[in-house]
């Protein structure tokens, strides 16, 4: 098996609709490239986080792979990691990778996720008042 091919952990926000929609059409769009992708729903499994030395407010808020290396990546760096397994993904991965392209694309995907979880009441660091 190839390193490219070999399984790969995604931790998730399982309580996150849009997340599960994402991993769906991830999914479909990976084929039988997506049998070595382990999908980690984070819910309700702090403990199970920090035994693998992922800060459970930091899996809410930023994407985190494990890669088949074991090296866990976080952020852009675990989209670039999952989406660089699938051909038709690959374009979007090298883009959103480019210096110029990154920090727009790491903005924007932090201020949706912080958007998200204060609108549910689940953003950490108490910052849930409405």
């Given at each position: 098996?190839?390193?490219?091919s070999a399984e790969i952990t995604v931790y998730y926000d399982g309580s996150c609709p849009r997340c599960i929609k994402d991993r769906d059409n991830y999914q ?103």
């Open positions: 098996m190839s390193k490219r479909k769009l990976a084929g039988t490239a997506g049998d070595s992708v382990c999908w980690f729903d984070i819910t309700g499994r702090d403990k199970e986080l920090l035994d693998l030395g992922i800060d459970p407010r930091k899996a809410l808020t930023e994407l985190h792979v494990k890669t088949a290396d074991d090296k866990i990546v976080t952020e852009l760096d675990a989209y670039i990691e999952l989406m660089s397994r699938v051909r038709v993904l690959k374009p979007g991965a090298f883009i959103i990778g480019l210096p110029i392209i990154r920090p727009l694309v790491a903005r924007y995907y932090h201020f949706s996720v912080y958007k998200r979880l204060k609108k549910n009441g689940r953003y950490p660091g108490g910052r849930n008042k409405k």
